[in-house]
């Protein structure tokens, strides 16, 4: 059973920056592509950013390409996502994810349909104006 837990969220004034963490249980964590989702008040969940399993290859929603940098550190079974220039429309709960298939790196469409399989509870951003 893997289990992620996110870190990092709060109360951040727009143009702040925030940097969440994810870490995870088990061995096999750096076998596997990790992504970040967020949700917002009264909004369906969607795709922020995902890593490939070595770290060398990423994807950005383009709301937040520019701004959000996604990382990995495989020795500490952790997955980062450094958020600069923070806007408003950036509040919600942040989802750290493990990417469902084993092997391979997949397009945006693919992670906001059914990519992930385990999920964490989610760590809270606000962004004042």
């Known amino acids: 059973q893997v289990q992620l837990v996110e870190s990092g969220g709060g109360l951040v004034q727009a143009g702040g920056s925030l940097r969440l963490s994810c870490a995870a249980s088990?061995?096999?964590?750096?076998?596997?592509?990790m992504g970040w989702f967020r949700q917002a008040p009264g909004k369906e969940r969607e795709f922020v950013a995902a890593?490939?399993?070595?770290?060398?290859?990423?994807s950005y929603a383009d709301s937040v390409k520019g701004r959000f940098t996604i990382s990995r550190d495989n020795a500490k079974n952790t997955v980062y996502l450094q958020m600069n220039s923070l806007k408003p429309e950036d509040t919600a709960i942040y989802y750290c994810?493990?990417?469902?298939?084993?092997?391979?790196?997949?397009?945006?469409?693919?992670?906001?349909?059914?990519?992930?399989?385990?999920w964490g509870k989610g760590t809270l951003v606000t962004v004042s104006s």
């Open positions: 088990g061995r096999t964590f750096s076998s596997y592509s």
């Open positions: 994810a493990r990417q469902r298939a084993p092997i391979g790196f997949y397009s945006r469409d693919y992670y906001q349909a059914n990519g992930m399989d385990y």
């Open positions: 890593i490939s399993s070595g770290g060398r290859s990423t």
